[in-house]
């Protein structure tokens, strides 16, 4: 005899099922999303990390004439990357020990003993000396899957990094777990509530059935009517929340997506002036001109100076993205860090710095120090001198450096989006020597302390707390 649930039956299966579908939706799509974010900043945070030891090593060798080989120099400096586990490939015969290859593998000739196999891919290794770039992959090693990254250090000699993926697989499985007890809640919620009102729910459930359908084909403004003050009231209150909460958490990573894309976009117009310049100058240098040639060394040599600096902030803007900026608090005198920035960013500009109060605190000073370079750079380059900058150390438990110069202050439309990467005052943007990166910098470099960074027309305002940033357990 075949079953057929009564309506009080029906209810209860309905509404648990409806919660069910939706719950699920809701947390794969949540978990997708988390984890593919996840993901992308682990990659991102190895690559940067890379990048870092790859120049750090080359410039090693060249302040170095310590070492007899290549090989020795990048083991050396490598050796005191402690908890890094790394190994080298060498193609080069002057530079030391050579690599073999044995059954489709490098075998590497320094490196430490880690928990990678002792060998590297041929093809793997080829495709970064031919690529010019490193060259990334997963490695299944006794310990699990890690990320490898290859790439040249010097001319023959590779470098390779390994990994671990463990901590963001836990998380991954952390969340998961969340998301599956969540899902679990929510559908005997949604069958609790059946049971006690059978009467009238089937018109409620259908509209709960048709919203999680449009919510699940990506009509992400789906809202449930609440009407009283019932179970099933709090559950389209509860679906509303969940919505509103995914809705929004989709529309960030859409506007960080954007972000992304126009910063990727920026860089890539801001890199193409110097290079290009550098490019002509270098073909100038051919000129049987004398003048000329030293012309071009000039452009060149300005032009190199320019490209240097654009990188230096683009690497400090991924380390804040990929969570890795790092604080060194300790005593600062903050008039004395201000006269030193002053002297250092305009040293023949109209600039006074005047302080009042007990101006000492506890900070990094290399970051405070950059903080003030960029404002004082900032109100030379874009306002009117002369410029003053006053710094107050009055209040108890904080500091304040505030920068004028003497101009009208900022546009009307440009003060939102003052401390935004690649925003410039001048909006001919191939006509100023900077990278629309430095109040950016200074903000992140402000927010990193526990202060912040304020603008009122012509005066920049740095807010930090006198006993440091706050502690994070």
């Given at each position: ?312 902030d683009l690497l400090e803007v991924s380390r804040f993205d990929a969570g890795a900026a790092e604080l060194r608090p300790e005593a600062v005198d903050l008039e004395a860090l201000v006269e030193d920035a002053v002297q250092v ?129």
């Open positions: 005899m075949r079953w057929r649930p009564g309506l009080r039956a029906a209810v209860v299966l309905t509404v648990a099922a409806v919660s069910l579908v939706t719950t699920a939706a809701m947390a794969l799509t949540t978990y997708q999303l988390q984890a593919g974010s996840a993901r992308e900043r682990f990659t991102a945070s190895a690559q940067a990390a890379f990048d870092s030891d790859a120049q750090q090593a080359h410039q090693f060798l060249v302040r170095s004439t310590a070492f007899e080989s290549a090989v020795g120099g990048v083991a050396e400096y490598m050796g005191a990357r402690l908890g890094l586990t790394w190994a080298l490939v060498n193609f080069t015969p002057t530079s030391g020990p050579v690599s073999t290859a044995a059954d489709g593998r490098y075998v590497p000739v320094a490196g430490t003993g880690g928990s990678f196999a002792g060998q590297l891919p041929v093809s793997r290794v080829d495709e970064a000396r031919r690529g010019g770039r490193p060259v990334r992959y997963t490695a299944d090693t006794p310990d699990g899957p890690q990320l490898v990254i290859v790439g040249e250090v010097e001319p023959g000699l590779l470098l390779a990094e390994f990994y671990h993926a463990r901590g963001i697989d836990r998380e991954l499985s952390a969340l998961r777990d969340r998301l599956a007890v969540v899902a679990a809640v929510i559908a005997l919620l949604g069958g609790a509530l059946g049971v006690l009102a059978a009467r009238g729910v089937r018109r409620r459930v259908r509209t709960a059935a048709l919203a999680a359908r449009r919510f699940g084909d990506g009509a992400l403004d789906t809202r449930l009517p609440v009407r009283g003050r019932d179970e099933l009231a709090d559950l389209a209150g509860s679906f509303n929340a969940m919505a509103q909460r995914l809705g929004e958490s989709i529309e960030q990573l859409r506007l960080k997506d954007q972000q992304q894309r126009r910063f990727v976009a920026d860089v890539a117009h801001d890199l193409r002036t110097p290079v290009a310049s550098m490019v002509a100058a270098a073909d100038g240098l051919r000129s049987p001109d004398a003048q000329d040639r030293a012309r071009s060394a000039e452009l060149l040599a300005s032009q190199a100076r320019r490209l240097g600096a654009l990188v230096e960013s305009a040293p023949d500009a109209d600039v006074t710095v005047r302080s009042t109060g007990d101006v000492t605190l506890f900070a990094d000073p290399r970051r405070l120090h950059t903080i003030v370079r960029n404002l004082v750079t900032n109100a030379v380059r874009h306002g009117e001198p002369p410029v003053a900058v006053t710094v107050d150390g009055t209040a108890p438990d904080l500091v304040r450096v505030a920068v004028a110069d003497s101009g009208p202050g900022l546009p009307a439309e440009l003060a939102p989006v003052v401390f935004d990467r690649f925003v410039r005052g001048d909006r001919a943007r191939s006509r100023t020597e900077g990278s629309g990166l430095g109040l950016a910098i200074a903000r992140e470099n402000a927010r990193l302390h526990g202060g912040r960074l304020d603008v009122d027309g012509a005066v920049f305002t740095l807010t930090v707390p006198r006993g440091g940033p706050p502690r994070v357990d």
